[in-house]
């Protein structure tokens, strides 16, 4: 059975994406050239207003132009979040060029492997970030130019790298040579992401797929979500408050809709307790749009009570599994939320494929398809389409889904079939009234706090250490973070330790994907005749512990 969108399709406008924004952005600051449209939340006498943003993202286009970056090159973000984020995304987009976010949190080993594969011209960066920025480029012939932002205004940049205040400050050039775009195939964004299976690969986001997903969710919110929160909701009035990371799809699109309607953004570079509950406190936040370790922070948390969160109307949480009891929870301590929703999505689709309906009472739910989607959910063992409240392998299809992985056709081809339909690597079903009920996962990947790690990264980098024979990494469940990774490791060298294991992870990557879920040694790794390792049996080998 196909399941069609409840709501109706949206007209997909013909238009670069960056021109959507930047429309959008030219309006707000028309109508008021004061108007601020992003507040630093760590430091708030920092802010730009939206005509600044508006006038910076040209002279970003022309610096990039004056250093021949042009129509298809790819230039790395790496960055918290931040306005100059913004600015450079909608200047290098300008030019025809695709962004690629790479967290600042990544080690210089993943750093490299994602400039490396993208072939990135240009990177962004900031100063305390520059090291290990450096380290990764100096192995990256693509690179070009590095731009960083100063944190501290005395801290000296080296010569060879450029200045991100002396390039705000280029004379925008308005006779620059015009960019044809091929809307269907140009990329515009290129977040990184390991799909169903294996590591990071680059998800090709093309102008058509972003400006699909910003008019299917825009619809979505402006004409089922918010008339039921309140029926006079308006964008102008509201703060937003954006701490989710602008590399990953979840947090970029939350900074897109701030800019495109006019909300004031806060900006947290991270998520921090008293900046987070400060703000809300302090600018009566109506809206939070969050991952479930931040529900369980709401929920659970002492320090919570010491804040004035009572303006929070509407919590809407997505990018891994939040559970009934936990929003029952949420609800029970802060009787005030009107309703706490969830949305579920993938890279792949260009963010999500089931959005929030307000349900005010029955949690658990991830949402209902959205406008211009369909849906199948497809047995895993026979490939039958399954009914209404038959659990199976869930497949998309709709005008945002990716163009495919980057430079890997075989990738595309398993996750992307024939027939256009995006295999998730998840399982659910969708009840009798049209609700998404997301029940497992078939795929290898583990969420940590909302955060991708790919387990076959983890047993690469495992496997390239001499006292370790064979690895094999799975996610156990844990109450804080969701999941966490653990490694199941067959030694070459017997006076290897867990620590050492642990420690060599830390070294390599960043916090979130270290082996905080453990490390133990097995004498052999279950694996299927083809070699494919069981994590299934792992999986039950812990639960049955
Ligand atoms: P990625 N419940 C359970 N699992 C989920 C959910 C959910 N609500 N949402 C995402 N996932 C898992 O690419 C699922 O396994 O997310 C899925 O295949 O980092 C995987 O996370 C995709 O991981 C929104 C806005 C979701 C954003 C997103 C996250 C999209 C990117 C819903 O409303």
Same mark, same amino acid.
């Given at each position: 059975?196909?399941?069609?969108?409840?709501?109706?399709?949206?007209?997909?406008?013909?238009?670069?994406?960056?021109?959507?924004?930047?429309?959008?952005?030219?309006?707000?600051?028309?109508?008021?050239?004061?108007?601020?449209?992003?507040?630093?939340?760590?430091?708030?006498?920092?802010?730009?207003?939206?005509?600044?943003?508006?006038?910076?993202?040209?002279?970003?286009?022309?610096?990039?132009?004056?250093?021949?970056?042009?129509?298809?090159?790819?230039?790395?973000?790496?960055?918290?979040?931040?306005?100059?984020?913004?600015?450079?995304?909608?200047?290098?987009?300008?030019?025809?060029?695709?962004?690629?976010?790479?967290?600042?949190?990544?080690?210089?080993?993943?750093?490299?492997?994602?400039?490396?594969?993208?072939?990135?011209?240009?990177?962004?960066?900031?100063?305390?970030?520059?090291?290990?920025?450096?380290?990764?480029?100096?192995?990256?012939?693509?690179?070009?130019?590095?731009?960083?932002?100063?944190?501290?205004?005395?801290?000296?940049?080296?010569?060879?790298?450029?200045?991100?205040?002396?390039?705000?400050?280029?004379?925008?050039?308005?006779?620059? !040579?015009?960019?044809?775009? /091929?809307?269907?195939?140009? $990329?515009?964004? #290129? *977040? +990184? %992401?390991?799909?169903?299976?294996?590591?990071?690969?680059?998800?090709?986001?093309?102008?058509?797929?972003?400006?699909?997903?910003?008019?299917?969710?825009?619809?979505?919110?402006?004409?089922?979500?918010?008339?039921?929160?309140? !029926?006079?909701?308006?964008? /102008?009035?509201?703060?937003? $408050?954006?701490? #989710? *990371? +602008? %590399?990953?799809?979840?947090?970029?699109?939350?900074m897109v809709n701030a800019l495109v309607r006019g909300a004031t953004a806060v900006v947290l570079r991270h998520f921090d307790a008293h900046n987070y509950l400060n703000a809300?406190?302090?600018?009566?936040?109506?809206?939070?749009?969050?991952?479930?370790?931040? $529900?369980?922070? #709401?929920?659970?948390?002492?320090?919570?009570?010491?804040?004035?969160?009572?303006?929070?109307?509407?919590?809407?949480?997505?990018?891994?599994?939040?559970?009934?009891?936990?929003?029952?929870?949420?609800?029970?301590?802060?009787?005030?939320?009107?309703?706490?929703?969830?949305?579920?999505?993938?890279?792949?689709?260009?963010?999500?494929?089931?959005?929030?309906?307000?349900?005010?009472?029955?949690?658990?739910?991830?949402?209902?398809?959205?406008?211009?989607?369909?849906?199948?959910?497809?047995?895993?063992?026979?490939?039958?389409?399954?009914?209404?409240?038959?659990?199976?392998?869930?497949?998309?299809?709709?005008?945002?889904?990716?163009?495919?992985?980057?430079?890997?056709?075989?990738?595309?081809?398993?996750?992307?079939?024939?027939?256009?339909?995006?295999?998730?690597?998840?399982?659910?079903?969708?009840?009798?009234?049209?609700?998404?009920?997301?029940?497992?996962?078939?795929?290898?990947?583990?969420?940590?706090?909302?955060?991708?790690?790919?387990?076959?990264?983890?047993?690469?980098?495992?496997?390239?250490?001499?006292?370790?024979?064979?690895?094999?990494?799975?996610?156990?469940?844990?109450?804080?973070?969701?999941?966490?990774?653990r490694a199941f490791i067959v030694r070459r060298d017997e006076s290897l330790t867990e620590t050492d294991v642990a420690e060599y992870v830390k070294s390599k990557v960043s916090y979130y994907k270290q082996l905080k879920g453990g490390v133990e040694f097995l004498k052999e790794i279950p694996k299927s005749p083809s070699g494919k390792i069981?994590?299934?049996?792992?999986?039950?080998?812990?639960?049955?512990?």
């Amino acid at each position: 059975m196909v399941v069609k969108s409840d709501f109706p399709d949206v007209p997909i406008p013909n238009s670069p994406f960056y021109q959507v924004i930047l429309d959008a952005v030219w309006s707000h600051a028309s109508l008021n050239p004061n108007r601020i449209a992003v507040i630093d939340g760590e430091n708030e006498s920092r802010t730009i207003t939206f005509r600044e943003i508006f006038f910076q993202s040209q002279s970003v286009a022309t610096f990039l132009h004056s250093h021949g970056f042009g129509h298809g090159d790819v230039a790395a973000v790496t960055l918290p979040n931040c306005w100059e984020y913004s600015v450079f995304f909608l200047g290098a987009a300008m030019r025809g060029g695709v962004v690629s976010g790479a967290s600042p949190m990544f080690t210089d080993y993943e750093l490299e492997r994602q400039f490396n594969d993208c072939k990135c011209k240009v990177v962004f960066t900031i100063d305390t970030a520059l090291a290990k920025v450096r380290v990764a480029a100096a192995k990256c012939p693509s690179i070009k130019v590095i731009i960083a932002l100063k944190s501290d205004p005395k801290r000296q940049l080296p010569l060879d790298v450029a200045n991100w205040d002396d390039m705000i400050r280029t004379q925008p050039d308005c006779h620059l !040579p015009e960019v044809h775009h /091929d809307l269907k195939n140009d $990329l515009q964004l #290129l *977040p +990184y %992401s390991s799909g169903t299976t294996g590591a990071p690969k680059g998800v090709m986001l093309t102008h058509y797929n972003l400006v699909a997903m910003h008019s299917i969710f825009s619809s979505h919110s402006q004409n089922i979500m918010l008339p039921q929160i309140d !029926p006079n909701w308006q964008w /102008d009035k509201e703060v937003q $408050l954006l701490f #989710l *990371p +602008y %590399s990953h799809i979840y947090g970029f699109f939350l900074m897109v809709n701030a800019l495109v309607r006019g909300a004031t953004a806060v900006v947290l570079r991270h998520f921090d307790a008293h900046n987070y509950l400060n703000a809300i406190q302090k600018y009566r936040v109506r809206m939070l749009n969050l991952v479930p370790p931040i $529900l369980v922070f #709401l929920a659970k948390h002492p320090i919570v009570s010491k804040y004035d969160i009572s303006s929070v109307e509407f919590i809407m949480s997505g990018a891994a599994p939040a559970g009934k009891d936990l929003c029952e929870e949420l609800k029970a301590r802060h009787p005030h939320v009107k309703a706490i929703t969830q949305g579920y999505g993938m890279t792949e689709m260009g963010m999500a494929s089931h959005l929030p309906v307000i349900e005010f009472t029955r949690f658990g739910n991830a949402g209902k398809l959205a406008s211009n989607y369909e849906a199948k959910v497809v047995d895993v063992a026979t490939g039958k389409e399954c009914g209404r409240n038959e659990k199976g392998e869930l497949w998309v299809r709709s005008p945002s889904v990716m163009k495919g992985y980057l430079n890997r056709k075989e990738a595309t081809e398993e996750t992307i079939d024939a027939d256009g339909w995006l295999h998730t690597g998840d399982i659910g079903y969708h009840d009798d009234e049209g609700y998404l009920f997301i029940v497992d996962r078939l795929k290898e990947l583990i969420k940590v706090r909302g955060f991708q790690v790919p387990p076959a990264e983890l047993e690469d980098l495992l496997l390239s250490h001499p006292g370790v024979q064979d690895a094999a990494v799975i996610g156990v469940p844990d109450q804080q973070a969701g999941e966490l990774p653990r490694a199941f490791i067959v030694r070459r060298d017997e006076s290897l330790t867990e620590t050492d294991v642990a420690e060599y992870v830390k070294s390599k990557v960043s916090y979130y994907k270290q082996l905080k879920g453990g490390v133990e040694f097995l004498k052999e790794i279950p694996k299927s005749p083809s070699g494919k390792i069981l994590r299934r049996f792992l999986r039950d080998r812990m639960e049955a512990n």
